[in-house]
């Protein structure tokens, strides 16, 4: 098997309409769709993000049932150029960096949270996993 790469990426929020205020007003992801009480999705890069309410997805039939909590995670990948001008970014929008790390690369890349709590973090695009 030759995967090229992970299409999306999910996560379970019960406010969707916080998630779309945070993603698509704050972060300014592209909303692809918006199905109140039941999901919503956003473009990031090639990539979706996709946003499910867990009491909702948890009674699907098709596509099969699926839902989770706590904390999750997932990380955003910046050029390496822009990589210091998105932390400035994200603190101006008035998000708080919750952990800045430096890799055995020397490599940093930084954390900050959704209104749900979910943890999310911005890479550069090289060295993290090089």
Not at 1 to 17: A, G, V
Not at 19 to 46: D, N, Q, T, W
Not at 111 to 122: A, K, Q, T
Request: aromatic content about 14%; glycine content about 6%.
């Amino acid at each position: 098997m030759n995967f090229i790469k992970i299409k999306e990426t999910c996560l379970y929020i019960k406010d969707l309409e916080r998630a779309r205020e945070f993603y698509h007003e704050i972060l300014e992801l592209p909303l692809i769709s918006y199905v109140e009480g039941k999901h919503i999705f956003f473009r990031a890069g090639s990539s979706v993000l996709l946003c499910f309410n867990p009491d909702d997805s948890k009674l699907k039939k098709s596509p099969p049932a699926h839902y989770g909590g706590g904390k999750q995670h997932f990380a955003f990948e910046v050029s390496n150029v822009d990589y210091q001008s998105v932390k400035a970014w994200i603190t101006r929008k008035g998000i708080t960096i919750t952990d800045t790390v430096t890799w055995k690369s020397n490599t940093e890349s930084f954390y900050f949270e959704d209104p749900e709590g979910n943890v999310l973090e911005i890479v550069p695009e090289a060295g993290i996993w090089d």
